[in-house]
Nanobody, 117 residues
């Protein structure tokens, strides 16, 4: 059973930094893509950043140059480094992964990020 567990959320001031982690219960070689989504109150869930097969990453325009997605294959962990955060980054952030072969989607439980002074 695949489980994704996020951590690292919390309260951060505008302009500050935060790093989110997503620990997978299986080898992340099992996935053909992993990523981070977020959902703000009253809004739809949206893609923030993702890594696909080959290690290629892409980002939402709103976070380009501020957020960096990365992974540690030895630790089976996905990260999202968030710099220069803004109030509009406030949301619940979800880790996502899709398994190779059967293309099944998995989601973490979410971690709250609140940007406020």
């Amino acid at each position: 059973q695949v489980q994704l567990v996020e951590s690292g959320g919390g309260l951060v001031q505008p302009g500050g930094s935060l790093r989110l982690s997503c620990a997978a219960s299986v080898s992340i070689y099992s996935f053909n893509r992993m990523g981070w989504y977020r959902q703000a109150p009253g809004k739809q869930r949206e893609l923030v950043a993702r890594i696909i097969t080959g290690g290629i990453s892409d980002y939402a325009d709103s976070v380009k140059g501020r957020f960096t997605i990365s992974r540690d294959l030895a630790k089976n962990t996905l990260y999202l480094q968030m710099n220069s955060v803004k109030s509009e980054d406030t949301a619940v952030f979800y880790c996502y992964a899709q398994t190779r072969g059967n293309f099944r989607d998995y989601w973490g439980q979410g971690t709250q990020v609140t940007v406020s002074s």
